[in-house]
């Protein structure tokens, strides 16, 4: 575990700063208690801009900069903020009996918590248990020994996270290299095992959260599969830059291990675990369910690797801190759906948690879901807490917690986001599609000549301008 009371010893006069700082915008509040914008700012977007800037800037505190935001960020919305009440905030109005019983009456931020708590660390057991089977350990026989080795493992990561969650996905690539590397492992390479992990995800129903929450409300699982040709010309961009850092760096591993051997038992251990989170998911919303299901089961025939889980408890708590906080914005609308709000969306995914986000857009209806998909999933990627994938692998490479050195040696991150975004949109261009609450048939207001797409889908009506009925043409 980690030694609360040693540090606040020490840093209390930090702890006191950084507070203060945060709490400085409450200075602004006008006589009668309400919270006034700064320009067009509301206070708790200052507050939670401060509370990144001191995760950038100071990256071997970054749990107390969370855990201290998130405290000075519910202290004002209980005092300040007329009718906030937490406990719906966290739990609904719903009884709690009925949400667990039933899915679909499930309210609150309670859920996505739950789940992000015990994937993160029932991932964190699985990386160990996997790193310990014996597979690493013989892949150099099958890798290449140049820089083609990296860019493989990049590819099978993309593959893996396709139909595995992202934060799994990473952390088996995580844990594959840090032995065929040696436990030398270059800051733009891991960047790019989370940009594999996410981009895989981005394109199946049951790969991302994000996608997996467009899907229960109703987008069709073809409706987000364009988003591999994104992704895809993501993949090859920056896993060619991230293969050759690597390689200089440290080359792959030449030999496998003279006495390898394969713990099949462990690889039934892995396989459960992964299984589970794919059956609880699809069945119950809820993969860590399953993840924990599994890993009791694993304990029958071999031991549980439980002293992973301290070391994952500080990353954990530190995403669930910034997740909160992300929930806490009064972002009650977004701008109209649109190419340019989706890459928007992206770019604000690196620092802001995408599932309150893609909440956001599935309730105001209209986008190109794919394109949506590729957006608020792979841009996470380009800072190391934009996605749990990337908070869950700097456990294992803490290091890389260092915003600056991420997007420095990560830069093909942010070009692969680009490229990959105007390969969709040249190619394919954009079209809204249906979901539960919003039809395109129905849409009140006629589509731009922006909206115009070039595909249409199975099951899905296209929409041009020439089909809108000659009253309501603009």
Known sequence: MFPISPFIKRNSRKVVLLASILLS??????????????????????????????????????????????????IFKLAFVHGFDLSHHLFGTTPMADQLMDKSLRQGEWGIILNLLGLLLGFAILSKIFEDSGVPDILPRFLPDDWKGPFLLLI??????????????????????????????HIGYIAALVAASNAGGSGSVVGDTTTTMMWIDGVGAFNVLHAYVAAGAALLFFSWFAAHQQDKYQPIQKEATPDARIDWLKILNVALIL?????????????????WAAILIGWIWRPVPWREVPGAIKGTIFLLCLVTCASLMPV??????????????????????????????????????????????????????????????????????????????????????????????????????DNKEHKIKDRPVPVSSVNIGKRSLVGQPSVSYYSIPESIKP
């Open 25 to 74: 915008p409450v200075s602004l509040l006008a006589a009668d208690g309400t919270a006034p914008m700064i320009g067009p700012v509301r206070i708790e977007f200052i507050i939670f801009g401060l509370i990144l800037l001191g995760v950038a800037l100071f990256h071997k505190h970054t749990f107390w900069v969370a855990v201290t935001g998130l405290t000075v960020l519910l």
């Open 156 to 185: 099978f990561v993309f593959i893996l996270s396709s139909f595995l969650d992202n934060i799994a996905a990473a952390l088996i690539g995580g844990a594959i290299a840090i032995v065929v590397f040696k436990n030398r492992v």
């Open 275 to 291: 299984l589970g989170a794919i059956v609880s998911n699809i069945l119950y919303d809820m993969p860590a369910l399953g993840v």
């Open 332 to 433: 009650e609308e977004l701008p109209n759906a649109s190419v340019g709000t989706a890459f928007a969306l992206g770019v604000l995914s690196s620092v802001f948690d995408n599932i309150p986000l893609t909440k956001l857009c599935l309730d105001q209806g209209y986008y190109d879901w794919g394109m949506l998909a590729y957006t608020v999933g792979f841009g996470g990627s380009m800072i190391w807490f934009g996605s749990s994938a990337g908070v869950a692998i700097t456990n294992k490479f803490p290091d890389a917690r260092d915003v600056f050195a991420w997007v420095r040696n990560g830069w093909h991150i942010a070009a692969a986001y680009v490229i990959g975004f105007l390969a969709l949109y040249l190619l394919l261009g954009w079209e809204p599609a």
